[in-house]
């Protein structure tokens, strides 16, 4: 297959005046902090075998709320991200969703609360035996009564809301870009209409065009659809650009015994100028004394 | 002023015998501790596998695919194996029963090795090797580029999606394989025996039934349906337990097809001890080939 061949890469739902209007559109003044919270993580502790990832991080993440967690690689963003769906299970501590221990529900409930969640993987995670229509379906299959005829329409009023064309339905995952990946990833984590999205590095290993159309259709699900997100990414701007709020955590190995591994805990304005330097570095990109780290023998 | 030739560093002196046997212990402990954590693992994995099976019957639509694959895909090398070694058979043991003039017995030997050994161990053997290894690398891969993960946050639960459809292919479709392989090895040794080297077809066939009985088939048919699921859920753990990259991929698949060789063989003594007891409690006189 040529590029040429491909359906194009440029979402169609999207148009100048809408991507400006998101913009315009201030954020988190709707999410009050004293709002119960959907997703509480409590003093979350996990180790893999005697390698500990993260060490007594509570959060509470407001319902509506577009919560980033930054940090650089290996701080344990992902496996936070993980922790809050239970594909990960904390060595200490608890996640609560909607007041309900993770840890305490069965494999048949866990199975089911987990149809409330929407999860948009790194690098898509569509599974590539099946088409795009399929693996779009597949969450609508699984959960049962699966109309055909229903089906197929809800698949496509998904995929236009990602801006992809029904031309992509028969298509396999190889066939199609990074981009349009991603966005097939998130069209098969809306289908249920989740309560909570998850994105794992949703604009890693895209060019900024790409990236900007991924962060306005998290902008733009956020719109349509009264949705809780945690973003995971170490692209500050599209952490400014689509979060109400931003958690930083920081490598535990780089931390002392008695420090907390979050180390920023605020909305994106205040990143820039914050006291700690560490969270000042990140957000200029400024290697700062690792480079001398580096250098040393 | 102390010169290293004066006065050699700690690094240059030979280590001490007792540092040498606690780091021999220290690694040998670490090897038993990692095999036991991984047998225990593995016994989850597998009460996890039946308790998921008897929870909720998986759909036909991810039942039929692993059945195609373990079952109709499998049958062509499978019989071709069994055909080979059915003739193997009548040529390594002519020449030592001509010499006892016993020509004629090679009928009961071929066709009561093929049907409760060399039958089932080589249709576990090439199912290893065909489906097993392929299972592992395709779980695997699934692991790496976390579609299994994508499957758990889909609300579908990874071991009754992917495993026990493919443990079900396995366990129920090997015996057919089995038969074939028994069938096509007993083919095997009638044409080289018959046709090449001219034994005489009645006694081959007499002998045949006089020493190959019912109990004989059905060992072999009951012994293929452990192995069957042996290499099913030794198979689907080397996969969903696999190391991230291309090498962790295929670590899993030859782990896969050792392994469940291995365990094959384990299996095919311990069955191979407790049904001859069966069979030598329920009829004492027993048959003897001489």
């Known amino acids: 297959m040529t590029p040429s061949d491909r359906p194009s890469d440029r979402p169609s739902a999207w148009n100048a005046e809408e991507t400006e209007r998101l913009e315009r559109e201030p954020r988190g003044s709707a999410v009050s902090p004293a709002a119960p919270p959907v997703l509480e993580a409590r003093k979350l502790h996990i180790e893999f075998g005697r390698q500990p990832v993260l060490r007594d991080v509570s959060l509470k993440i407001p319902r509506g709320q577009t919560l980033a967690v930054i940090g650089e690689s290996g701080c344990g963003k992902t496996v936070l991200m993980k922790a809050l769906i239970a594909l990960v299970r904390p060595t200490r501590g608890q996640v609560l969703f909607d007041g309900q221990d993770l840890a305490k529900l069965s494999d048949k409930e866990l199975t089911d609360l987990r149809l409330r969640y929407g999860f948009v993987f790194q690098n898509a995670a569509l599974f590539d035996s099946m088409t795009i229509g399929q693996n779009v379906a597949f969450p609508l299959r699984q959960r049962g009564n699966f109309d055909r005829k229903e089906g197929r329409r809800t698949v496509i009023e998904r995929l236009q809301q990602v801006g992809l064309s029904e031309n992509v339905l028969s298509k396999k995952p190889a066939e199609l870009s990074g981009g349009m990946r991603k966005r097939v990833g998130l069209a098969r984590a809306l289908i249920l209409k989740p309560d909570v999205l998850l994105y794992d590095e949703p604009t890693t290993g895209l060019d900024p065009i790409m990236s900007d159309v991924i962060n306005q259709l998290i902008l733009g699900t956020r719109r349509q659809m009264p949705v809780t997100s945690v973003v995971v990414t170490h692209d500050m701007h599209s952490a400014r650009k689509v979060a109400d709020r931003v958690v930083m955590l920081y490598p535990l190995a780089r931390l002392d015994p008695d420090e907390s591994q979050v180390i920023y805990d605020g909305p994106p304005e205040g990143l820039e100028d914050h006291e700690d330097s560490r969270v000042r570095q990140f957000v200029r990109g400024e290697a700062g004394e690792r480079l001398r780290e580096l250098a040393a023998p | ?290």
Request: aromatic share 12%.
């Open chain 2, 1 to 290: 002023m102390s010169t290293p030739s004066a006065a050699p560093s700690r690094r240059d002196q030979p280590p001490r015998l007792s540092a040498v046997v606690s780091d021999w212990l220290a690694e040998w402990g670490r090897v038993v501790i990692e095999t036991i954590v991984g047998l225990g693992e593995w016994a989850l994995f597998t009460v996890s596998v039946f308790r998921w099976l008897l929870l909720r019957f998986p759909r036909w639509e991810t039942l039929f695919p692993n059945f195609y694959q373990v079952g109709v895909n499998s049958l062509p090398v499978v019989a071709l194996t069994g055909a080979f070694i059915g003739m193997v058979l009548a040529v390594q043991s002519y020449y030592q029963f001509r010499q006892l003039h016993l020509e004629t017995h090679l009928g009961a030997v071929i066709n009561l090795t093929l049907v409760r050994e060399l039958g089932p161990v080589l249709a576990a053997t090439m199912l290893a090797g065909r489906v097993g290894s392929a299972i592992a690398a395709e779980l695997g891969t699934m692991r790496v580029t976390e579609q299994i993960d994508a499957l758990g946050s889909m609300g579908v639960n990874p071991i009754h999606y992917l495993v026990v459809p493919r443990f079900l292919a396995c366990l129920l479709l090997i015996p057919t394989l089995t038969i074939m392989a028994d069938f096509m090895g007993v083919v095997g040794g009638y044409f080289y025996s018959v046709v090449i080297l001219e034994i005489d077809k009645h006694h081959y066939w007499d002998n045949t039934k006089n020493f190959v009985g019912a109990f004989d088939l059905f060992v072999g048919v009951f012994k293929s349906m452990f192995f069957g699921a042996a290499i099913a859920l030794v198979s689907c753990h080397r996969g969903f337990h696999c190391q991230p990259g291309a090498e962790g991929v295929g670590r899993a698949a030859t782990a896969a097809f050792v392994n469940s060789f291995v365990l094959i063989l384990a299996l095919d003594l311990i069955l191979g001890i407790v049904l001859d007891g069966i069979y030598y409690t329920l009829w004492p006189e027993g048959n003897t080939l001489i």
